[in-house]
Every structure is written in structure tokens, then in C-alpha cells.
Nanobody, 126 residues
Framework: QVQLVESGGGSVQAGGSLRLSCAASGYTASFDSMGWFRQAPGKEREGVAGVSSDGSTRYADSVQGRFTISKDNANNIWYLQMSSLKPEDSAMYYC????????????????????WGQGTQVNVSS
């Protein structure tokens, strides 16, 4: 059974940086699509960044230019480098994956993914 485990969350001041990691265990053939989502208290889960094996990459408008998604296919790990963090970036961050190459339009849609991690908390103070 495939499991995804996030790490790298924590507390940081506004303007700071964090790098989140998502590692897969179990059946570890390389995923075709990987994404990052976040959910703040009282809000819906929203897509932050996604990348697909067809070359598609997509970012939410709110993080464009500040966050970067990258992947290490050999080790089935992917990352979310977050810079210039803002208090509104505070949320539980989840990684997600799928053994299918999602198109650009689907990369930030939660229902597109069938594998999810448990989340890592990010808190940004002003």
C-alpha cells in the first residue's frame, strides 16, 4: 500500500522560507502527477501547486512567483519550496499523487488525486 508522508512544516515569520517534502513508501513506481494542497481552518482545501509527467506545472495565483514545486523521480519525493511567506499562507499542507498524467486544468483539483498524505502544519506570523 502506498503511503505519502509530508515533512518540513513549522513556524516562520512573514517573509521567511520553508521547504516541504513528500516521500512515498510502499509501491514506489514514479508517480505521474504530484501536487500540494492546503487547508486553513474554516476554509476549503485549495490547490497550491501541481506537476505532471507530461511537463505541465501549475500554481495557484496566490503563490505564483513565491512557491516552487520540484520532484526527485528517482526517489519518488517531491518538494514545495515556499519563499516570501505571508500570514495567509498559514494552513495544513497536504501532498497528493496519482499514477496518471493529469492535464494542466486538473493539477489543482483535489478530486483529481487519489493518494494523500496526512499533512504538515505551516504557521506564518506577522
Amino acid at each position: 500500500q502506498v503511503q505519502l508522508v509530508e515533512s518540513g512544516g513549522g513556524s516562520v515569520q512573514a517573509g521567511g522560507s520553508l521547504r516541504l517534502s513528500c516521500a512515498a513508501s510502499g509501491y514506489t513506481a514514479s508517480f505521474d502527477s504530484m501536487g500540494w494542497f492546503r487547508q486553513a481552518p474554516g476554509k476549503e482545501r485549495e490547490g497550491v501547486a501541481g506537476v505532471s509527467s507530461d511537463g505541465s506545472t501549475r500554481y495557484a495565483d496566490s503563490v505564483q512567483g513565491r512557491f516552487t514545486i520540484s520532484k526527485d523521480n528517482a526517489n519518488n519525493i517531491w518538494y514545495l519550496q515556499m519563499s516570501s511567506l505571508k500570514p495567509e499562507d498559514s494552513a495544513m499542507y497536504y501532498c497528493a499523487a496519482k499514477y496518471f498524467a493529469l492535464g494542466w486544468w486538473s493539477l489543482l483539483r483535489a478530486p483529481s488525486y487519489n493518494l494523500w498524505g496526512q499533512g504538515t502544519q505551516v504557521n506564518v506570523s506577522s
